[in-house]
């Protein structure tokens, strides 16, 4: 039975609801299926450049499935250390926007109505501009004869040339450059619907405006912060071009491993392993997002108060 005022029937209803589940089935569970049935296969010289999963033999239908290549990741240092340095690079980058992109979308928010739009084009505009070609910019910026050596020279605060290109340096310096705006934007979406009169709720009770950040505006704005956080931490996980045009040879990333194993050694199942584990690593975070939106975070903030109140009485 339609519900009154609403414009669709209860088959339409179903139909609207299943298109997301959908959209989900084609985009994420199918792709990652076909991946999880080829990490479970063996490479092969041919084409597709692996095996099988169901062989048909004199027999019947056989399973071919094998869990080698995930036994091989686990006794191979060498994925080890690309699955470590990409997380420290990721949590590393991750913090370093946080850092930049807090203050600025705390500004960004407090800024008067007509300059916002202003300030939050400015920060997405970068983004509009090809993601490789940025890339390559800060290549001649960082370079031994780029612009930030030749500034650094010309004003004497150097003798000789640094080296910044093919350096970890170049890389933090391109993800946080890259994935700023995915920090900010969050950010600012929740500061700029925060009750003012929390803070002067605080600031009655006595509180210093350092005293209202801490116990106010930062547990309220955490909803903002780990969503920033994981924009920026998941994409930053498995960036393959900024390691590759900026980093330098030891700089080892699990991205570059993948575009080695699929291209260059065409192994593909081995490939699809990683993917495999690297997706499953980057569950973790995101649970702990869906965990932390948990309601109360309001009743969080004013317990803190309350109770940096009677605590001072």
């Given at each position: 039975?339609?519900?009154?005022?609403?414009?669709?029937?209860?088959?339409?209803?179903?139909?609207?609801?299943?298109?997301?589940?959908?959209?989900?089935?084609?985009?994420?569970?199918?792709?990652?299926?076909?991946?999880?049935?080829?990490?479970?296969?063996?490479?092969?010289?041919?084409?597709?450049?692996?095996?099988?999963?169901?062989?048909?033999?004199?027999?019947?239908?056989?399973?071919?499935?094998?869990?080698?290549?995930?036994?091989?990741?686990?006794?191979?240092?060498?994925?080890?250390?690309?699955?470590?340095?990409?997380?420290?690079?990721?949590?590393?980058?991750?913090?370093?926007?946080?850092?930049?992109?807090?203050?600025?979308?705390?500004g960004v928010a407090r800024a008067e109505a007509r300059t916002r739009n202003l300030l939050l084009l400015l920060i997405v505009l970068p983004s509009w501009t090809s993601f490789l070609i940025r890339v390559y910019a800060w290549m001649g910026i960082l370079g031994n004869n780029g612009v930030l050596n030749q500034l650094l020279l010309?004003?004497?605060i150097v003798d000789s040339p640094l080296t910044l290109l093919r350096t970890d340096i170049a890389v933090y310096i391109g993800i946080v450059y890259t994935y700023l705006p995915f920090m900010v934007l969050p950010l600012y979406a929740n500061l700029a619907k925060l009750d003012q009169r929390l803070l002067e709720a605080a600031a009655d009770l006595g509180a210093n405006p350092w005293r209202c950040f801490w116990l106010v505006t930062l547990p309220l704005s955490r909803i903002g912060i780990l969503a920033g956080c994981l924009l920026v931490f998941i994409p930053a996980t498995g960036e393959f071009v900024i390691p590759e045009l900026l980093g330098g040879a030891d700089t080892?990333?699990?991205?570059?491993?993948?575009?080695q194993e699929f291209f260059n050694n065409r192994d593909?199942?081995?490939?699809?392993?990683?993917?495999?584990v690297l997706l499953a690593l980057l569950l973790a975070p995101i649970a702990v997002y869906y965990r932390a939106q948990a309601p109360g975070s309001a009743a969080v903030a004013v317990t803190a108060m309350r109770g940096r109140r009677d605590g001072g009485a």
């Open positions: 039975m339609a519900v009154p005022g609403n414009r669709f029937s209860p088959t339409a209803q179903r139909v609207i609801g299943a298109l997301p589940f959908l959209w989900l089935g084609l985009f994420f569970l199918l792709p990652f299926a076909i991946v999880l049935k080829i990490s479970m296969a063996d490479a092969l010289i041919a084409v597709p450049p692996y095996t099988e999963f169901l062989a048909r033999t004199a027999d019947g239908i056989k399973l071919q499935a094998t869990l080698d290549n995930y036994q091989f990741l686990y006794t191979d240092e060498l994925y080890a250390l690309a699955f470590l340095n990409s997380l420290k690079v990721a949590a590393v980058s991750t913090l370093l926007c946080l850092l930049i992109g807090y203050p600025l979308a705390w010309g004003l004497g080892l990333m699990i991205g570059k491993l993948l575009w593909w199942p081995l490939a699809s392993a990683v993917a495999i």
